[in-house]
């Protein structure tokens, strides 16, 4: 229970108070609190309230019984929108055309993640500046009404407009789900939280397989199959966008389903953390941080070579299955069993990655699997053996949690609001220049086997192999130099653990970096980055 009167929490004349005696104490000058997150609105510099961890087991079950459920709603429907072309594509979906090098359905594939590639920054810094959770559903409600037009729409520009506006709007989804989970849930649990909405990604395509299946049994013709499929998927959407608006947190600050009691606790829980909360500044100092970090670059790296293979799977992958000799309404419901593979492997990287505190290690299990499905269905192409092509199909599907350990690396290791937001941006415009580059890959000259295609992913997810163990090299590398740093502050300045421990709680929410934390307070960062 708390150990401090509300007034103690709130007044803001008692937090100043506080900062002039500590700072002489450690002989740091006072920080700038204007420049601090929106919890010293309710906590102030120092941490002013104990809480026990029977309190905080029972607020962090509270947390999970709103934030993860919607932050899942929010990712199903999103990948369920973004894939409904894939459906589409096998239930008569009026987009022909063809060229040398790619047809009109590879261009409206692309559309998407073009426009998903020009808005990614803008939608970023625009929701830094609003409440995210408002600013979120939206555009949720937003997209629903676009793909609902989807089924006005029969010609080709039509599609790719429609395309390139839908990414427009789901482009903000993975930055500030991101955001919202570094805010309510500590280093140690957000990697298992975001493979709950990830997951997502692999039951969309069991849910989005049953439903085309469904639907290709209507044999009316007063509106065509493809789409029932897109006006079921919008309104499913709009609804989505409504329940976010009206329920889902901000932040700590904002959670009106918390006490202010149960705010407070909340934003004690992840000061240890480091990784701050909500800020409405843009600090060109954390851009150009986030732009010098080595780290960040091998994320680029890391998330372009496994999207490259999402950009085609994503929109062939029922042509591929479709290949090995079934119909169109069986390849429907043989695709399911793809999507509850995907989900099983999201769910294992992410308890593993929380409980052994490993970032990298998690993103191997996911590559290996999909290299060895991919060499199958080379070697395997013209053996007729439909049962071993299905399964190596299967376990293709298991690289797609690679992402989700992207997004937690992201959470845990990089402090600073407008830093993260910038790493969290160019980690989606690297998602999206290897999506537009993975729906050509499958081209149509190489259609139906598409050879080429699978052997530039068993190609690129093996080179990510070399690219894993040089980002866990290079962490290891920083955090041996941390605990070198610390240690001599310590000795330098006689400090305790007790004396490092209220630096890391009076800057907590100063919105400072992680490399800040290093070089200018340096006894703050005594726990590793995850690896």
């Known amino acids: 229970m708390p150990t401090n009167t509300e007034t103690e929490r709130k007044s803001d004349a008692s937090i100043e108070e506080k900062i002039a005696p500590d700072a002489e104490k450690v002989s740091i000058a006072s920080v700038d609190v204007s420049r601090g997150d929106e919890a010293l609105r309710l906590v102030g510099i120092e941490r002013s309230a104990e809480f026990s961890e029977e309190y905080n087991l029972r607020l962090r079950r509270k947390l999970d019984k709103l934030i993860p459920p919607l932050c899942a709603a929010v990712y199903f429907t999103q990948f369920l929108d973004k894939t409904s072309l894939n459906y589409a594509s096998i239930m008569g979906l009026p987009i022909t055309g063809r060229y040398a090098f790619c047809t009109n359905y590879n261009l409206v594939s692309l559309a998407f993640y073009l426009g998903f590639l020009v808005w990614e920054f803008p939608t970023v810094y625009i929701s830094q500046k609003l409440r995210v959770a408002k600013y979120l559903g939206g555009n949720i409600v937003v997209w629903g009404v676009i793909l609902m037009l989807h089924a006005v729409g029969t010609s080709f520009p039509a ?31 957000q990697a298992t939280r975001i493979s709950w909405f990830y997951v997502m990604n692999g039951l969309t395509e069991i849910f989005g397989g049953f439903v085309a ?44 389903f918390l006490t202010e009691e149960e705010r407070i606790a909340a934003l004690e829980r992840v000061r240890d953390d480091q990784g701050g909360t909500e800020n409405k500044k843009l600090k060109k100092d954390q851009v150009i941080e986030a732009l010098t970090d080595v780290r960040t670059w091998l994320i680029i790296l890391t998330t372009l070579l496994t999207s490259v293979p999402n950009g085609g799977l994503s929109n062939f992958s029922n042509k591929i299955i479709k290949n090995f000799g079934y119909t169109s309404r069986q390849t429907l419901i043989l695709s399911t069993p793809g999507g509850a593979v995907a989900a099983g492997m999201t769910l294992l990287c992410g308890w593993f990655s929380d409980k052994k505190g490993e970032r990298m290690v998690p993103l191997i299990f996911a590559l290996v699997p999909t290299i060895v499905g991919a060499a199958m269905m080379i070697g395997l192409n013209d053996s007729g053996n439909k049962g071993a092509l299905l399964f190596a199909s299967y376990l293709v599907h298991t690289f797609g949690s690679g992402l989700s350990i992207v997004y937690a690396y992201n959470a845990s290791n990089t402090s600073g609001h407008t830093k993260k937001s910038t790493l969290n941006a160019l980690t989606m415009v690297a998602f999206c220049v290897g999506n537009i580059v993975g729906t050509e890959i499958f081209l149509p000259k190489d259609a139906p086997a598409y050879i080429p295609g699978k052997i530039a992913i068993m190609i690129l997810l093996t080179v990510q192999l070399f690219v894993t163990f040089l980002l866990r090299w290079v962490n290891l590398r920083l955090n041996k130099k941390k605990q070198v740093l610390i240690a001599e502050e310590k000795a330098k300045h006689k400090w305790t653990d007790a004396d490092i421990q209220k630096e890391r709680d009076r800057n907590a929410f100063m919105d400072m970096t992680d490399k800040q934390w290093v070089v200018f307070k340096s006894t703050l960062q005594t726990a590793d980055d995850d690896c």
């Open 159 to 189: 599609f790719f407009v429609l395309r390139i506006l839908l990414g427009m709007c789901e482009s903000c989804v993975a930055p500030i789900l991101i955001q919202i989970i570094t805010m309510f849930y500590k280093k140690n649990e």
């Open 213 to 256: 299946y469904g639907i290709s049994f209507y044999a009316g013709d007063r509106i065509a199959p493809y789409k029932i499929i897109y006006v079921l998927l919008g309104g499913l959407a709009i609804v989505v966008g409504i329940c976010v608006l009206v329920w889902l947190p901000d932040s700590p600050v904002r959670a009106h």
